[in-house]
């Protein structure tokens, strides 16, 4: 079976929360699928941290003098991440004449074994890291992550453009951080002047998530509620 999906979370702006929306999304996917994680952020992995396994590492296998990697099991989820491999394992795996390289090494070497969905959680930017994750991961969809700042806007205006000349499709967007809650009542407060952001992008908005210590405080074993109905969205779109 292999991998039947891959998604990549993206934004060319850097801070909007792609780590933070691939490990809460792939959590909420891993209650009814296979999912995988390939943390692709050279410069600043995240996810070996959010999942709390700054002392972990994948188990590198080696047959016929091949070298793979067992990928770090959370519940259903396989993780594997540049966080865990660069340092140690930079002078045997990472010889490659560029950086961005690593990360189809990282995704060929990890044995993944049957996924149903590997999410990849994309550096921010439009440089390398996305050239060689379009060309040779090919990603099946990429969902983008942006607040609604005006400059978040901007660069999402961008990203949209380059994945649609890449031919990529893009599922949609989430509106990250987009109110917080008031600590004495329910009421929403606004963190941005209000700009529709489905009409300035020409994307649809697949959900809106407030600013809060749930997103922050990510646990596996505990789903956050903002995002079962973005799981639906997707669900409905790929
Ligand atoms: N909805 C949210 N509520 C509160 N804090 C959030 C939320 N989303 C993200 N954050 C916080 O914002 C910061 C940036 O988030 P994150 O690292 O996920 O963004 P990123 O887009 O992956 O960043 P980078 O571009 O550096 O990879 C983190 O401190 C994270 O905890
Ligand atoms: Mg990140």
Avoid at 15 to 32: M, N, P, R, Y
Avoid at 138 to 153: D, E, I, R, W
Avoid at 158 to 167: C, G, N, P, V
Avoid at 183 to 204: A, Q, R, V, Y
């Amino acid at each position: 079976m292999g991998i039947k999906q891959i998604i990549a979370i993206a934004s060319a702006k850097g801070g909007v929360g792609k780590s933070t929306i691939c490990a809460h999304l792939a959590s909420q996917f891993s209650k009814d699928f296979k999912v995988g994680i390939l943390d692709a952020d050279i410069y600043g992995p995240n996810q070996h941290i959010l999942f709390d396994l700054l002392d972990s590492k994948p188990e590198v296998q080696i047959e016929d003098g091949n070298k793979s990697f067992i990928p770090i099991k959370v519940n259903n989820i396989s993780l594997n991440s540049m966080g865990f491999v660069l340092d140690n394992e930079k002078a045997v795996m990472w010889r490659g004449p560029m950086l961005s390289g690593a990360i189809k090494q990282l995704k060929d070497l990890t044995q993944w074994g049957d996924l149903d969905y590997l999410f990849i959680d994309m550096p921010p930017g439009t440089g390398d890291a996305y050239l060689t994750v379009a060309s040779e991961i090919k990603p099946n969809y990429v969902l983008l992550v942006t607040s609604q700042s005006k400059l978040a806007v901007q660069d999402t205006i961008k990203s949209k453009a380059m994945f649609e000349r890449l031919k990529i499709p893009i599922i949609g967007i989430v509106d990250n951080m987009s109110y917080s809650i008031s600590p004495n009542s329910d009421e929403k407060i606004s963190e941005f002047t209000p700009i529709n952001i489905e009409n300035e992008i020409g994307l649809k908005v697949l959900g809106s998530i407030p600013r809060t210590k749930q997103l922050t405080d990510f646990n596996p074993n505990k789903s956050s509620i903002f995002f079962e109905s973005i799981y639906n969205e997707i669900l409905k779109i790929i």
